[in-house]
């Protein structure tokens, strides 16, 4: 099991900044990928960004490459979210994800993510 948590989320105007934390508990952390998605009211929950468990590669979203920036440190159990240049378009409750799966084609399926954090609201301003 693992518990994810995340925080950093508010109320920001369009070209701002953010950094969501999250948080993990439980199993060892660095044999997870971990992923941050999003979902916007009346919309599918979306992929933004992935890195991997090992190499620390990474994936962003066409609409967030460039503006966001994912990593992680092992050490402290913490996934992070640099959100730069923020637009309206962007409000949406923001997740942490984690999955074990040792593919990384799978990493763009949210049903290969076991463990999920509660969410947490990013809401930009025009």
């Known amino acids: 099991q693992v518990q994810l948590v995340e925080s950093g989320g508010g109320l920001v105007q369009a070209g701002g900044s953010l950094r969501l934390s999250c948080a993990a508990s439980g199993r060892p952390f660095s044999t997870y990928a971990m992923g941050w998605f999003r979902q916007a009211p009346g919309q599918e929950r979306e992929l933004i960004s992935v890195?991997?468990?090992?190499?620390?590669?990474?994936y962003y979203a066409d609409s967030v490459k460039g503006r966001f920036t994912i990593s992680r440190d092992n050490a402290k159990n913490m996934v992070y979210l640099q959100m730069n240049r923020l637009k309206p378009e962007d409000t949406a409750v923001y997740f942490c994800?984690?999955?074990?799966?040792?593919?990384?084609?799978?990493?763009?399926?949210?049903?290969?993510?076991?463990?999920w954090g509660q969410g947490t609201q990013v809401t930009v301003s025009s």
């Open positions: 890195i991997s468990r090992e190499d620390g590669s990474t």
């Open positions: 994800a984690a999955t074990g799966t040792p593919y990384s084609e799978r990493y763009y399926y949210h049903e290969e993510y076991a463990y």
